[in-house]
């Protein structure tokens, strides 16, 4: 699967989509192909893995139609690249052959409709990650096999980090690894409850190494999960856009 167009952006561009940790980024960032990942979007399934794969659906041509229900009309029309340049994809929730029924990236958080079969392509991926707000902990599983776990800074407390069902829909690559978003940002399906906007953009979340580390294991940031720049080395390494991110606790 298509994951990031490689191309270059301001620092005003994370800023602009991201909710951050900080009120504003570093130096320039480029897209970073998901390294890692098999051939592609490694995919993404509908309810909390246990062993097997999730499914993930990237869309082909330029635009995608979102349906309320597979009898009805169109609801909306989402374009592909997204603001990032990376290839839009899904977590698809239900595959009823024809029809899949996936998780959307807008407000708010948890949407789902449903798109044609043939607008997309399907991929699959064993990987998930399950961020614990309480612990400040986060494990990544392969299947049912636990393979990665560290510490994690979650939202402060007037801009909580809301738990929910994600996943990864673009990684860029700040210029100024030592910069607020660390080595990587993945941006997430899902948007901050509290900020409508940031820095002039949308609110939206975003899981990032930072030049903080002390920080980590603490409620810090404006409702992005924060995590050392290792660890976000390590998922942008593994990990492919698209992959299923659960916040609870």
């Not at 940790?21 to 509908?46: L, M, Q």
Request: charged content about 20%; hydrophobic content about 40%; glycine content about 12%.
């Amino acid at each position: 699967m298509r994951t990031n167009l490689l191309r270059t952006a301001a620092a005003a561009t994370l800023a602009f989509l991201l909710t951050g940790c900080v009120s504003s980024a570093g130096s320039a960032v480029r897209h970073e192909p998901a390294a890692g990942a098999a051939s592609a979007s490694s995919a993404v399934r509908p309810e909390p893995a246990t062993g097997a794969g999730s499914k993930i659906a990237t869309v082909k041509g330029s635009r995608i139609s979102v349906y309320g229900n597979k009898e009805g009309l169109a609801q909306r029309t989402i374009t592909s690249p997204n603001d990032y340049g990376a290839a839009r994809v899904f977590l698809v929730e239900r595959d009823e052959g024809e029809w899949l029924q996936v998780l959307l990236p807008v407000r708010p958080n948890g949407g789902k409709g449903w798109i044609k079969a043939t607008d997309v392509t399907l991929a699959e991926t064993s990987y998930r990650v399950e961020i614990d707000r309480g612990a400040f902990r986060f494990t990544v599983y392969d299947g049912d096999k636990p393979v990665r776990t560290g510490r994690v800074a979650t939202g402060e407390a007037g801009t909580p980090t809301p738990p929910g069902r994600y996943f990864f829909t673009e990684l860029v690559k700040p210029a100024d690894p030592g910069g607020a978003y660390g080595a990587y940002a993945f941006g997430l399906s899902g948007f901050s409850p509290v900020l409508k906007s940031f820095a002039g953009g949308p609110g939206q979340l975003a899981i990032h190494g930072t030049n903080k580390p002390s920080a980590i294991g603490t409620r810090a940031s404006h409702g992005c999960v924060r995590i050392s720049n290792d660890d976000i080395t390590w998922m942008a390494n593994n990990l492919a856009i698209g992959t299923p991110v659960v916040v609870q606790g």
